[in-house]
């Protein structure tokens, strides 16, 4: 396992317990600064599902 996909992998599962939004920014930075597109993505729609859960519609 790749240093990108151990990123990812413990991105989704604080994702999964408790959002940790910081944690999640400072895992895309990594990903964007890699060039990492899967990672990119997951953390993408992780922050975007996290966002979402907190706006009242």
């Known amino acids: ?8 992998k413990n991105s ?3 994702t999964d317990t408790s959002p940790n ?5 400072k895992d895309l930075s990594k990903a964007i600064n890699s060039n990492n597109i899967q990672s990119i993505w997951e953390l993408s729609k992780s ?3 996290v966002h979402f859960k907190h706006i009242e519609i």
């Open 12 to 14: 989704e599962i604080k």
């Open 1 to 8: 396992m790749n240093k990108e996909e151990k990123i990812l």
């Open 47 to 49: 922050i975007t599902r």
């Open 21 to 25: 939004l910081s944690k999640m920014y």
